[in-house]
């Protein structure tokens, strides 16, 4: 198992900080997302890792050897670092059999032997191994881009996101399988992805960019539920963000008095609340219960969003709910909050 080190890394394109002195670790046997909105650099980090490109500065170390500082670098072909792209990049010129088998060094019998388990190991069928890759869906052709990259018994698994390409419900079914697989080869993990969802269901460490640099880095937990600032809060999920007033671990807001996550903050600040956070009800109950009014209930299936008009707000408070049945426009509701509300920095 191997466990990555990224030191203070630097990589401009001319005068574009694509990537700016991140530092980062990764467990052995971990899996690592990394998120970030479109041009925050997750590319170009992951093709320094993987001997694509080299950076500028700083040093990258796997399972304690050194794969780039002060100006060198081992070549890619030498890390022993798989890596998927978002299209698979096949050779369309070689069958699966052959793609998959394209950096083995075993031949005759043994190298046959090798691709069937690797074909067996990505969950597809023998019969597609004279296949053409134009002859396979996208789902197949991920998993033979996989298998292609597992045949290098790989240290570490950079997937670029891989499932980007798939309808919703394979996505997930790739991303649940590739995670069994690496898991069970003891082989780490980092996958670049613009959905936060994916991140935070495939990892168990997550690392958010953005311009270049590495905002927060922890649990998919830790970082959904306290997030570094409004717009990582918004990135990972919806959130409430309302002003409150705190002071010895209270928030004084307009949903009423909660308790926050600093007990040392005083004055005015930002608290966050995610959406299962709140029970909506249509009487009162509890005394900590708000009343609301429904200004607008816009179905979505299994949730809704609901917009909400608080006595102490400007304006009305937007809440996805899976209430059932749902509240009639112009009724009154009661919220409660379940939990701690996290205090955003100023
Ligand atoms: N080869 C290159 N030449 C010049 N600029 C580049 C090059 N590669 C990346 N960049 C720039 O570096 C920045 C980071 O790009 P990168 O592809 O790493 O971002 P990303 O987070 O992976 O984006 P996306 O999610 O859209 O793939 C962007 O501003 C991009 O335009």
């Given at each position: 198992m191997s466990s990555l080190h990224l030191h203070q890394l630097c990589k401009h394109y001319g005068s574009v900080k694509?990537?700016?002195h991140v530092s980062l670790h990764a467990t052995a046997g971990s899996r690592l997302a990394i998120v970030g909105p479109s041009g925050s650099g997750k590319t170009t980090l992951l093709r320094m890792i993987a001997g694509f490109e080299f950076p500028d500065s700083g040093s990258i170390s796997l399972n304690g050897q050194t794969l780039a500082a002060d100006g060198r670098a081992l070549p890619a072909h030498l890390r022993r670092i798989g890596y998927v792209a978002q299209d698979g990049a096949?050779?369309?010129?070689?069958?699966v059999a052959d793609n998959i088998g394209f950096g083995l060094t075993d031949k005759g019998h043994a190298r046959q032997q090798r691709i069937a388990e690797l074909v067996e190991m990505v969950a597809l069928?023998?019969?597609?191994?004279?296949?053409?890759?134009?002859?396979?869906s996208g789902g197949q052709q991920q998993r033979v881009a996989l298998a292609r990259a597992l045949a290098q018994q790989p240290q570490l698994m950079l997937l670029?996101?891989?499932?980007?390409?798939?309808d919703t419900g394979l996505r997930a079914a790739m991303r649940q399988m590739v995670a069994q697989l690496l898991g069970e080869a003891g082989i780490s993990a980092i996958l670049v992805t613009h959905d936060q969802a994916e991140a935070l269901s495939f990892a168990d460490q997550l690392a958010v960019m953005r311009q270049g640099r590495l905002i927060q880095s922890g649990t998919p937990q830790q970082l959904y539920s306290q997030p570094a600032d409004e717009t990582t809060a918004l990135f990972l999920g919806e959130a409430l963000i309302l002003p409150a007033q705190v002071k010895a671990g209270q928030a004084q807001c307009a949903l009423g008095e909660i308790a926050v996550n600093d007990g040392q903050f005083c004055g005015a600040g930002r608290i966050m609340l995610r959406p299962e956070q709140l029970t909506l009800q249509a009487?009162?109950?509890?005394?900590?219960a708000v009343m609301a009014q429904v200004v607008e209930c816009d179905f979505g299936g299994h949730s809704s969003l609901l917009s909400l008009r608080l006595p102490e707000l400007a304006s009305p408070l937007q809440l996805r709910s899976a209430s059932w049945p749902l509240p009639a426009r112009g009724s009154m509701v009661a919220l409660t909050v379940q939990g701690r509300a996290h205090l955003l920095p100023a």
């Open positions: 694509a990537v700016d096949l050779f369309p010129h070689l069958t069928d023998q019969h597609m191994l004279q296949r053409w890759p134009h002859e396979l670029d996101e891989p499932f980007s390409a798939l009487e009162a109950g509890a005394a900590s």
